[in-house]
């Protein structure tokens, strides 16, 4: 399976002219030298080589826009990020990274400017050509939403300071990644409609299930069509992610699947989902977290070019959307921001296996407990949760861990009984 580079789409951000591919590489779940992506594995090195051969295959292919943060695969994404790229001229590719000043040792002035100066030596760049402030609408320990943005950005001026770089040409565009309360998403357009801070462009979580569905699958969650509807009549640029919620977009149940069979024998479920996501006009790129060469290669080709989504084609992804909501399954795109859990769990393995079961027609239970025994050690299963909300603060999708946990470990003593 090969695309054709000249194929690629394209989309024009109105604020630069920059021609950027509408198929991002997010550079959060790289290879490493052992089992699994250094998102969750941080005691394995990353594999430099086949990062190189991604990017290369990525560049050749027409891919030109790369996503990356200071806490990345453990901290060290930029680093490889920066290795890979800087093996091709500058020009030829777009550095889009974070001001991820996600804990307090970081909020003051001084060490969030480190940050920015260490993005730029791991880079290996003078300059980033999108920066954003990341995941802005959470809360921390003991703070709202508001409060944890403007410790982070506001009383240490780090947002001023960042508006200086940009007049400095040290940064082209700079905007924002949003999870979280509504209200801090409004507020920072409403600056933008004031003139107090433009933003060159958001990052918002757009599929076909979060369009609709977003609140109705946690109360917490604001619908993509609210986000990007703010964004299109703003003339504001879309940055993409979560297209294929963590790959749970891309794992489907076998009706639904055999609907998007019978609509297209040859699409894959994530082919779906990232057509989906590319097709609003206003999107200028759409970030996918790839590891392995087949992924990259697929993906490549679903872009080369881009189908967009037709009126019977969107209708029918809106009921599987509604079929897959009554799924309730828990909303975790194994971020792993919640991690470390303080008593060992792995929040998003079991997530994960709870979810799966949910995409299955018929576990027996037997099958079903067999299975997170080999997924997630018994020591780090729901039953040890304690209910310390340490992870609620630092869950992009505020799902309510403690919850989850306490419902998972209910059916695993359920299903042991049955």
Not at 51 to 57: C, F, G, K, Q, R
Not at 233 to 256: C, D, F, N, S, W
Not at 307 to 315: C, G, K, V, Y
């Amino acid at each position: 399976m090969e695309s054709n580079p000249a194929q690629m789409t394209y989309r024009i951000n109105p604020n630069t002219g920059d021609k950027v591919s509408l198929l991002g590489f997010g550079m959060m779940r790289l290879p490493t030298t052992a089992t699994g992506t250094a998102r969750e594995n941080g005691d394995a090195p990353i594999d430099q080589e086949a990062v190189n051969e991604l990017v290369d295959y990525a560049l050749a292919h027409g891919v030109n826009y790369f996503d990356t943060s200071p806490v990345y695969c453990q901290g060290h994404s930029e680093e490889a990020t920066g290795i890979a790229l800087s093996r091709h001229p500058r020009n030829s590719y777009f550095i889009a990274t974070k001001m991820s000043n996600f804990s307090k040792e970081a909020w003051p002035r001084k060490e969030s400017q480190a940050m920015f100066e260490r993005s730029l030596e791991y880079l290996r760049t003078d300059y980033v050509d999108y920066l954003l402030l990341h995941s802005i609408g959470g809360g921390s320990r003991g703070m709202d939403a508001l409060q944890t943005f403007n410790a982070r950005y506001m009383d240490n001026g780090i947002l001023d300071w960042l508006v200086e770089q940009k007049q400095k040409g040290r940064i082209r565009n700079l905007g924002f990644s949003y999870h979280g309360d509504i209200r801090i998403f409004d507020m920072l357009l409403k600056w933008h409609d004031e003139g107090k801070y433009h933003w060159d462009f958001v990052q918002i979580q757009l599929n076909y299930l979060d369009w609709h569905y977003a609140k109705r699958n946690n109360p917490r969650n604001t619908d993509a069509s609210y986000l990007y509807g703010e964004l299109a009549k703003r003339g504001i640029p879309g940055v993409i992610m979560e297209p294929l919620l963590g790959g749970r977009l891309a794992k489907q149940p076998t009706h639904i699947l055999k609907e998007m069979k019978r609509a297209d024998i040859n699409a894959t479920p994530a082919e779906w989902a990232f057509r989906y996501a590319g097709t609003p006009e206003k999107i200028l790129t759409v970030l996918s977290g790839m590891t392995y060469m087949e992924h990259l290669k697929e993906n490549c080709c679903t872009f080369s070019p881009l189908r967009p989504i037709t009126a019977e084609e969107d209708a029918l992804l809106m009921h599987l959307a509604d079929e897959i909501c009554n799924l309730n399954a828990i909303p975790c795109t194994a971020c792993n921001y919640c991690m470390p859990c303080p008593y060992g769990l792995n929040i998003p393995a079991i997530f994960s296996h709870y979810n799966n079961m949910l995409t299955e027609d018929h576990v027996a239970p037997k099958r079903w407990l067999n299975g997170y025994d080999r997924a997630v050690p018994k020591l780090r299963q729901a039953d040890h949760c304690i209910g310390c909300d340490h992870c609620i603060p630092h869950c992009p999708q505020r799902i309510h861990i403690p919850e989850e946990m306490q419902k998972i470990d209910n059916l695993v003593e359920q299903l042991k009984q049955s």
